[in-house]
Each structure stands twice: as C-alpha cells, then as structure tokens.
C-alpha cells in the first residue's frame, strides 16, 4: 500500500492495521509516498521511486493466487472506457508497447 502525508498518522498506527488487517498493512508493507507535494519534475518523480523502492525492496508476496495479464482491447482502454466497460476486477492489462 501506499500512503500520503493526509493519513500518515491513522495509516502507520497499530489500531488502524486491527480495524483494517489487510495482510500488507498487517505485515508493515506499505510505504510513503510523497502525492501530496505538487512538484512536477523528473528529479521529484526520482525521489519518489527511491522512497517507495526502499520501503518496498524488501516486500514479500502475501497473496498466494496466480495472476496473469489480460489481453486488452486493440488500440488499448482510454480512461471513460476504463472505467464504464474495462477490466474487471482483479485484471490488469498485459503490456503492449506502442512504436
């Protein structure tokens, strides 16, 4: 999970993982990420992979079930058809670069 500066302090506490144990935030994986700071450049977007890759190199898989990608439609989802007429939950589209 990722979390912002707005919930830091609800997220990270002891009684919010035992209201809501989900096994990643039971099992502290999750990491800060800094949405909230209205930066717009490549040097903030680094800073951002580093924060979230340091806290996250370490992550264990939690989940036992086997996933694979799906086959998006041609020409790929804008988000209107994303959200009305796309993936069902639990897919994710399979990665087509465009040339």
Same mark, same amino acid.
């Given at each position: 999970?990722?979390?912002?500066?707005?919930?830091?302090?609800?997220?990270?506490?002891?009684?919010?993982?035992?209201?809501?144990? #989900? @096994?990643?935030?039971? +099992? @502290?994986?999750?990491?800060?990420?800094?949405? +909230?700071?209205? =930066?717009?450049?490549?040097? #903030?977007?680094?800073? =951002?992979?580093?924060?979230?890759?340091?806290?996250?190199?370490?992550?264990? @898989?939690?989940?036992?079930?086997?996933?694979?990608?799906?086959?998006?439609?041609?020409?790929?989802?804008?988000?209107?058809? #994303?959200?009305?007429?796309?993936?069902?939950?639990?897919?994710?589209?399979?990665?087509?670069? =465009?040339?």
């Amino acid at each position: 999970w990722l979390y912002d500066d707005r919930v830091t302090l609800d997220f990270i506490s002891e009684s919010f993982a035992q209201a809501w144990p #989900h @096994k990643a935030v039971v +099992n @502290k994986q999750y990491a800060y990420f800094p949405a +909230n700071a209205r =930066i717009y450049s490549y040097r #903030h977007a680094a800073e =951002i992979l580093t924060i979230v890759g340091q806290s996250l190199k370490n992550a264990q @898989k939690l989940e036992m079930a086997t996933t694979q990608c799906t086959k998006s439609a041609e020409g790929g989802y804008s988000g209107s058809v #994303h959200r009305s007429a796309g993936m069902d939950p639990g897919q994710y589209a399979c990665y087509e670069p =465009i040339s």
